[in-house]
């Protein structure tokens, strides 16, 4: 598997976003799960990730910098056991899930923080490749820029970008380098913005799916939209569901202490995408049936503000708790603390996130305006408009104990079929399709 | 000398409407869905076979002969959505070649759980089987035949029946033959007949199935197996669901040509006749007894009670519809005692199913259901009303127009 014309291992040039344990959200989580399981089938990849320039100035976050090892610029995994895999950091405040709003947010933001600071940076400022200071297009271009000047000094095969931030990136390495482009599409305009597309990022996404020789999307939901709304020939996209790392407790929860309250969990970024205000009018409805209940928003994000505003207003304010974006062990409890995990997803090309409640032994609510709901049966399903049968659903799960133990027991079992492994094999048989002379 | 034997399911369960725990009336039933799905097999399956079979029995003048066993609740439907198909039924019964059994009024899983119900709802369904069809059953069978020898005991000692019905599964028999009437364990009258799974799928499941490699199997072929039984057997059992014809196997399969064809087909060999399974009890002594200790059933590859108890919110869900048995019965209402025993009707537990789902097959076929999740949410918030007026707290009962009880209608001939 995995193997070039000339028999050796495929090398791929990766154009991704975050690695542990920096991880925000499920396109970081994709990522590393896929290039770990390429990794293990052999696959040679050479990883590129946009190094966060507010590493230097936010201090209390610990960060991955080029001072995190020796040799700026590239160094093996922090992962000891990543063989295969080469990391490479291009200077760039790119994000992901940035969007061009909250790009210059953070920037200005960051560049007062500079100026507060009155420190001169500009040793540091040398692998920058210029100006950086526009906006995010230019960024985005300049990052290309930056991709095609490391893609040089680089052997591979295969161009993989993921995301539409590194389409440009990976259509010019893709353009010098005369190798075929895979783009990997995790979400697209359609699903952050809902109907009020950004058009150059529209534009952006059109173009990296055209001059791409294969659009891999994370389900057939969103696979339709690329064909629908991007106008990409069909022949040209084909699915690759996402897998679960698998770390799930086998001996907690069985044995948790029962509580007089139960406990509902929302985890994921608070955004117009991810659906909180159902989340919320769903809860308003439960806890006019029932008393011992708290929801739980685990997340930030630009409606986080606004979600809170809105609890109040239900006059749910007392039922809902904020905690604020949660990581490593925070997640882990919050997971052992829940009864039930909620995605009330507007539009969700994949969600990794319920696979990992399943893996905790949480039983899942999905939208079904989700690709996870393509893969998982096991799960219950509800259109994330209708707060009335969410309701519904929430109720009985809290309700009926042989409910909760039986999409548990079910759902933890299907979950461990999803696995990276299978991603991998089929991203390089893919590759091995590209790599065969027409 | 085989006599072949034929005993039709027809059943058709009362969906349940979609019923959330913020819903708070006693419509519980989904009245247009029932009525369009009645329809609609009737149409496909009813009226075609009834008729069909009719003219048979006419043209071969008392040698062929069926049995039916008709479920109260798909007899409630009929009278209420299509009551041209009772008028067949009726036709079919004057003939006087055709038999009906005996079974649960509801198609319940009543035997598992209380006696007392069980006895009254084969007590009810018969008494409305005499008063529509003018005969009163005089063999059993449970439903989906779920069997054991404590079951036999039981309709032997209810002291009106002559034979009970169920499937004739390998581990039962060992190396026996179904083809052969026995005497179930303990009892000292009673017959058992027992179903020819492999010649009764033939029809019912293979038939139209092209990878098959006796597709496609005509009647003269499967006169030829029913040959093959004689000096080994006196009666090959072929008990089916009736929605094969025309409604699992649709009409372009042929089924209906198949079924014009076999009777003539059969009777051609001299020693071959028809017989109700009555007829076959009276006919024939049992050779041996039939020892079933555990529970039986004709569903899926496993033939046991899986289907509809094999989960938690399967046992959770029946166990806790029994629960309310004496509180129901105590609070005298007919209509609340009408909407339990609907309750008990054991496609709401199949539907309930995991054993599948992941694959996805026959039973996704049969099921309202997007998961079997779905259905136990309903249920139980349905039964959760159900309780709530039972116990006759702070829901105001509402009227509705009661169905009428099929038992006491007449039938237009």
């Known amino acids: ?438 | 000398m085989p006599s072949v034997c034929f005993y039709f399911q027809v059943h058709q369960p009362m969906r349940l409407r979609h019923y959330t725990v913020f819903d708070n009336d006693q419509r519980y039933f989904d009245d247009y869905k029932n009525a369009a799905i009645c329809r609609k097999v009737a149409n496909k399956c009813y009226l075609p076979a009834n008729r069909l079979l009719l003219k048979l029995i006419e043209k071969h003048r008392g040698r062929f002969r069926i049995s039916y066993s008709l479920t109260g609740i798909l007899l409630e439907q009929l009278q209420m959505y299509s009551p041209e198909v009772l008028s067949t039924f009726h036709a079919l019964a004057q003939t006087g070649c055709v038999e009906f059994l005996a079974e649960t009024y509801y198609h319940s899983l009543s035997f598992l759980y209380s006696r007392h119900e069980f006895v009254e709802q084969v007590k009810k369904h018969a008494d409305t089987i005499e008063d529509l069809f003018g005969q009163r059953p005089k063999v059993f069978r449970n439903t989906e035949l779920i069997y054991n020898n404590e079951l036999a005991l039981l309709v032997e000692a209810m002291g009106c029946f002559d034979a009970v019905i169920t499937e004739g599964a390998d581990h039962i028999l060992g190396y026996r033959s179904p083809n052969f009437v026995y005497r179930p364990k303990g009892c000292k009258h009673l017959k058992l007949l027992l179903k020819n799974y492999s010649l009764s799928d033939d029809i019912a499941f293979r038939f139209s199935n092209r990878h098959w490699v006796e597709w496609p199997l005509t009647a003269s072929k499967f006169s030829q197996w029913v040959n093959a039984v004689n000096g080994n057997g006196h009666v090959v059992n072929l008990f089916m669901d009736y929605e094969t014809l025309g409604e699992h196997q649709w009409e372009d399969t042929g089924i209906f040509e198949f079924m014009r064809h076999l009777p003539e087909e059969v009777l051609k060999h001299p020693d071959n006749n028809f017989k109700t399974p009555s007829e076959v009890a009276a006919s024939y002594e049992p050779i041996g007894e039939v020892d079933v200790r555990h529970m039986i059933s004709w569903a899926d590859t496993e033939r046991d009670l899986s289907a509809w108890l094999g989960n938690p919110m399967q046992s959770n869900a029946i166990h806790e519809l029994y629960r309310l048995e004496k509180q129901i019965k105590r609070a005298n209402d007919e209509q609340i005692l009408s909407d339990w025993r609907r309750l008990q009707v054991s496609d709401h537990f199949y539907y309930m199913c995991t054993k599948y789902f992941s694959d996805g097959d026959v039973h996704k076929y049969f099921n309202p259901y997007d998961s079997p999740y779905d259905s136990y949410i309903n249920y139980m918030n349905v039964l959760d009303h159900l309780q709530r007026r039972c116990a006759g707290s702070s829901i105001q009962a509402v009227p509705r127009p009661s169905h009428a009880d099929v038992s006491s209608m007449s039938v237009a001939n």
Not at chain 1, 358 to 374: A, C, H, Y
């Open chain 1, 1 to 438: 598997m995995g193997r070039n014309e000339e028999g050796e291992h495929i090398r791929v040039f990766m154009l991704g976003w975050e690695f542990p344990p920096f991880i925000s959200g499920g396109l970081g989580t994709a990522c590393y799960g896929l290039t770990r399981a390429m990794d293990q089938l052999g696959v040679k990849v050479t990883f590129v990730l946009p190094k966060t320039v507010e590493s230097e100035y936010v201090t209390h976050v610990k960060l991955l910098s080029p001072r995190s090892c020796k040799t700026p610029g590239s160094h093996r995994s922090t992962d000891c056991d990543l063989t295969n895999v080469i990391f490479k950091t291009i200077s760039s405040p790119l994000q992901a899930y940035a969007t061009p709003e909250s790009y210059n947010e953070r920037l200005e933001e960051s560049l007062r923080l500079r100026a507060e600071m009155g420190e001169n940076q500009t040793g540091d400022d040398l692998d920058r490749g210029g100006d950086y200071g526009g906006d995010m297009y230019r960024e985005i271009r300049r990052y290309a820029t930056m991709a095609v000047r490391l893609a040089r000094s680089e052997q591979f095969d295969v161009v993989h970008a993921h995301d539409w931030m590194t389409y440009p990136a990976g259509v010019a390495v893709a353009a010098v380098t005369g190798k075929p482009l895979v783009v990997h599409v995790h979400s697209t305009e359609f699903d952050r913005s809902g109907e009020h597309v950004n058009q150059v990022v529209y534009d952006i996404e059109r173009e990296g799916m055209e001059r791409a020789h294969k659009v891999i999307t994370v389900s057939h939901y969103t696979r339709s939209i690329v064909i629908s709304r991007y106008g990409i020939s069909p022949e040209k996209v084909e699915v690759v569901y996402n897998g679960v790392e698998r770390n799930g407790s086998w001996s907690v929860g069985e044995a948790s202490i029962k509580r007089e309250e139960k406990l509902v969990l929302f985890l994921g970024r608070i955004t117009m995408q991810k659906g909180p205000e159902y989340f919320l009018h769903a809860a308003k409805k439960v806890l006019e049936v029932m008393d011992n209940v708290k929801f739980v928003m685990a997340g930030s994000g630009d409606l986080m503000y606004r979600s809170v505003e809105l609890a109040a207003q239900l006059g749910i304010g007392h039922k809902v708790l904020f905690t604020g974006f949660l990581r490593g062990d925070d997640v882990r409890k919050i997971y052992q603390m829940a009864d039930l995990y909620v995605m009330p997803s507007v539009s969700e090309p994949f969600g990794i996130a319920p696979l990992e409640a399943l893996d905790n032994d949480v039983p899942v609510i999905i939208s079904k305006q989700s690709g996870v709901s393509e893969v998982l049966r096991h799960a219950l399903k509800v259109d994330f408009w209708d707060v009335n049968e969410m309701a519904n659903k929430i109720v009985a799960v809290l309700r009926y104990p042989p409910l909760q133990m039986t999409l548990r027991n079910h759902g933890n079992f299907e979950v461990r079929k999803l696995r990276w492994k299978d991603a991998a094999r089929q991203c390089a048989s893919i590759y091995e399709q590209l790599l065969v002379p027409a």
